[in-house]
């Protein structure tokens, strides 16, 4: 498959066209970003981490019947997948207080929830991805009542199957953040990426972050945190 022209290039990854107008190629950069494109850097091997991972754990999920974007790995940072239209909803799941969560309720990070939560942020990177229910995504018409029941389903089913894959891994799945698409026959499929910068891993002992919060809130030891979950997961193949 050859890529024709680059047709988006977003802060961490770009699109390509290919021959075939169902497919494209997403090519996974080192470079990184927080607080919507304010802090910059580069994370050294990041675009190969989040490729490969990304790429692994759709094949589970679609073992699990969750319907991904996924084809075909080509390269270390090159992936084919199905051509879809973004709904322009972020879903994120969380399992335990942290992050935005914990700053907008004023609770301390950590804490376990009995149920996992979930919220929607309009994908708008002008207005900052803001917080919106529902009812807000349906007046905005970003996405139908029926997919949005559908995007539900999936997202607490894909919760249960990553909390049971990373636990297994010594690690604990604090929140992560989705995104979905539509195929051009209306079917919502899982888009975007899975990966240390969508997700907050937390080794399951100590509870140290293997994740991008180490680059958003300036920890260090951002690559080691990288290398070292995707080295768990190939150590558990
Ligand atoms: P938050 O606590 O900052 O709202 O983040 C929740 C989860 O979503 C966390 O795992 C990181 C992920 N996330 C993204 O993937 N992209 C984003 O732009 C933001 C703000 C968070």
């Not at 997948?81 to 207080?97: G, M, Q, T, W």
């Not at 089913?157 to 026959?185: M, Q, S, T």
């Amino acid at each position: 498959m050859n890529k024709t022209e680059m047709i988006y290039e977003g802060k961490a990854k770009k699109v390509f066209s290919t021959d075939d107008d169902s497919l494209v190629i997403v090519s996974y950069k080192d470079d990184a970003t927080a607080f919507n494109g304010l802090k910059k850097g580069t994370i050294a091997g990041k675009g190969a981490v989040n490729n490969r991972m990304s790429n692994m754990l759709m094949q589970l999920l679609e073992k699990e019947g969750i319907p991904t974007h996924f084809v075909k790995e080509l390269s270390d940072r090159e992936t084919l997948v199905k051509r879809v239209k973004i709904v322009p909803l972020e879903v994120i799941i969380r399992n335990v207080s942290a992050g935005s969560f914990a700053k907008r309720y004023g609770v301390e990070e950590g804490i376990p929830f009995d149920e996992p939560t979930i919220e929607f942020s309009y994908k708008n990177d002008e207005l900052g991805d803001p917080l919106i229910n529902s009812y807000h995504a349906l007046a905005l018409k970003l996405a139908t009542k029926e997919e949005i029941e559908t995007i539900k389903k999936y997202s607490f089913k894909i919760n249960e199957v990553l909390k049971a894959y990373f636990l297994a891994l010594n690690v604990r799945l604090i929140d992560f953040k989705l995104e979905f698409g539509r195929l051009p026959d209306g079917k919502i499929v899982l888009a975007d990426e899975i990966s240390p910068d969508t997700c907050r891993f937390w080794d399951k002992n100590t509870n140290e972050k293997l994740d991008k919060d180490r680059f958003r809130r300036d920890m260090g030891g951002v690559e080691d945190a990288y290398k070292e979950i995707f080295g768990r997961i190939n150590a558990n193949k």
